[in-house]
């Protein structure tokens, strides 16, 4: 071993590449979970989203997507809630996100924001969100900008979501839909499919090798911790 005297051996792992490259591969189409943050009869991030879903199932996932009209602000009021368990539900099934915000004063809306606020990082003994994929998209009112997607990317950290690294922003929303709400011909329909083709290589990649890529060194030596504490306490 180098000079790591912190290090306890026993539980340092060197990479299994055997383990990492050759998991157990699923059969079922990937489950691909999408929000967006406007609760407008227009709504662009919704039609934003519409479209991602269709290049989704194209791509062979399997889509949900939440509508948040009727979710409550966070506390105020219980987990319980029928649209707050949707919602958990829903993270809890799925294998990727995609989180659409419109951009508002300059960052996320408060709908966006809400709906990732009613998911836990923890979910009695599930991590919900933990080790899923990730794409971030906004819509713009005016000029080009990336406010609301870096925020996004934040949070998605945070969540601790394995967060891709393309993404998509189209300013002057109002111009790229058609009256029919579908989204018109255009460099940014375009970089839309490229976030969608790039989430669902993600998630194939990755999801079946959560568990050892979420592995730590630090929560192994909590673990052995615990155990050790355990057998060994004496008897009363």
Not at 37 to 51: A, F, H, I, N, V
Request: charge should be negative.
């Amino acid at each position: 071993m180098p000079d790591t005297p912190n290090l306890d051996d026993d539980l340092f792992h060197p990479t299994d590449q055997q383990r990492l490259f050759n998991p157990t591969h699923s059969g079922h189409a990937p489950r691909i979970l999408l929000l967006y943050g406007s609760l407008r009869d227009r709504s662009y991030s919704r039609l934003m989203t519409e479209e991602a879903a269709r290049v989704l199932t194209g791509l062979g996932a399997e889509t949900r997507t939440f509508d948040p009209s009727g979710l409550p602000l966070p506390d105020d009021a219980d987990a319980d809630h029928p649209k707050v368990q949707e919602l958990r539900d829903l993270v809890t099934w799925s294998e990727g996100m995609v989180w659409c915000s419109p951009e508002r004063h300059g960052a996320m809306t408060g709908i966006m924001k809400t709906q990732i606020d009613w998911i836990p990082l923890s979910l009695g003994g599930l991590r919900p969100t933990q080790g899923k994929t990730l794409a971030v998209m906004q819509v713009s009112g005016g000029s080009q900008s990336f406010n609301t997607v870096n925020q996004l990317r934040i949070l998605g950290r945070w969540m601790r979501l394995l967060t891709i690294p393309n993404q998509s922003s189209t300013p002057k929303a109002f111009l790229e839909f058609d009256e029919a709400g579908r989204m018109n011909p255009s460099p940014f329909y375009d970089r839309m499919v490229d976030v969608m083709e790039e989430l669902m290589k993600f998630t194939v990649l990755t999801r079946d090798n959560k568990s050892y890529l979420l592995d730590r060194y630090s929560e192994r030596k909590e673990s052995a911790a615990e155990l050790s504490k355990r057998v060994n306490q004496k008897s009363i």
